[in-house]
């Protein structure tokens, strides 16, 4: 029987920190343009892009902004600057003791583990190194992020691409552990997969979730 562990990244894993306008601030002052103005304009097009964002590659949406703000720099220059910045952006950790805890014990007995994870503007390398940083125990894991295989959440696509295409729920096992009604819990079960739903920021049920990784 296969056993495959998937895990949320956003809000289940970490959490924004909050800090967008200072690296947006910090771009303005590197390309001395009106932080104000670029401000409005990412967000706008942010905006626009969001039934698309996850989709849409870093290149395309600073070609959005140059466009709409008629800048004269070249794309990968406002890329290079944009990734300059994005690398200081510090998501906040939650609860990794926990995690290890649960990470470990699946590694116990037997479970795939995959973070899954629709992606915004930290695209799907970002975000794996920074959890492979982080997460130290996470260095053996695949993240699977939006950007790289063209579909994302809550679609079907997305999730039995992230299984590798193939999930028999007569044979195999699969739990999912995200927090999003409409992301998470509902396509998962759809599926007939697993579901464990995170309560909060710092809610991680460590008994209930090794009690599922244990049973067979």
């Not at 920190?17 to 401000?39: A, C, Q, T, V």
């Not at 799907?124 to 997460?135: A, D, G, K, T």
């Not at 696509?157 to 509902?186: M, S």
Request: charged share 25%; hydrophobic share 35%.
């Amino acid at each position: 029987m296969r056993k495959i562990l998937t895990i949320d990244c956003w809000n289940t894993l970490i959490k924004p920190s909050g800090d967008k306008e200072r690296i947006i601030y910090l771009i303005s002052r590197r390309l001395n343009i009106p932080f104000r103005e670029l401000w409005e304009t990412t967000e706008s097009i942010k905006e626009r892009l969001k039934d698309s964002h996850h989709l849409v590659s870093n290149y395309m949406f600073w070609h959005h902004v140059k466009t709409e703000m008629g800048l004269q720099f070249n794309v990968p220059h406002l890329l290079e600057v944009a990734n300059e910045f994005y690398d200081t952006y510090e998501p906040q950790m939650i609860n990794p003791d926990g995690w290890r805890e649960v990470v470990s014990t699946a590694f116990r007995n037997n479970w795939e583990v995959k973070i899954l994870s629709n992606t915004g503007y930290l695209k799907s390398e970002w975000l794996e190194e920074w959890i492979h940083r982080n997460f130290r125990f996470y260095n053996t894991v695949p993240f699977i992020g939006s950007d790289c295989i063209g579909t994302a959440k809550p679609s079907e696509e997305f999730y039995l691409t992230a299984l590798d295409g193939v999930f028999n729920p007569t044979k195999d096992k699969w739990v999912h552990i995200g927090d999003d009604d409409n992301l998470d819990i509902q396509p998962v079960q759809n599926l007939s997969g697993i579901t464990v739903k995170m309560g909060g920021w710092e809610t991680l049920d460590i008994p209930f979730i090794e009690e599922v990784l244990t049973c067979d």
